[in-house]
Nanobody, 126 residues
Framework: QVQLVESGGGLVQAGGSLRLSCAAS????????MGWFRQAPGKEREFVAA????????SYADSVKGRFAISRDNAKKTAYLRMSSLKPEDTAVYFC???????????????????WGQGTQVTVSS
């Protein structure tokens, strides 16, 4: 049974930074891509960033490109999302997810991910 636990969310002023962590357990973390998604109130869940198992393939949503950085530490079974220059529109619940299959690419579609964390709230005040 795969478990993903996010941490690091909180309240931050616009222009500030946060680093989210996603600790995984239950299967070989290093074989699967990891993704971050977010969902704001009244909106659908949207893709934020993804990283392949090796870190060689990384994708970002246009809205966060240049401000957010995804990374992973396979030895620690943890994925990270470093968020900088935060804006009020970044306010959302952030979820990490683990790919359903092994592969070389980092999927950007939520349908490609099998396991999800419970989410962590990020609130950016103006």
């Amino acid at each position: 049974q795969v478990q993903l636990v996010e941490s690091g969310g909180g309240l931050v002023q616009a222009g500030g930074s946060l680093r989210l962590s996603c600790a995984a357990s239950g299967r070989t973390f290093s074989r699967y891509a990891m993704g971050w998604f977010r969902q704001a109130p009244g909106k659908e869940r949207e893709f934020v960033a993804a990283i392949s198992w090796s870190g060689s393939d990384i994708s970002y949503a246009d809205s966060v490109k240049g401000r957010f950085a995804i990374s992973r530490d396979n030895a620690k079974k943890t994925a990270y999302l470093r968020m900088s220059s935060l804006k009020p529109e970044d306010t959302a619940v952030y979820f990490c997810a683990e790919d359903s299959t092994t592969g070389w690419l980092a999927p950007t579609s939520s349908s490609e991910y099998e396991y999800w964390g419970q989410g962590t709230q990020v609130t950016v005040s103006s």
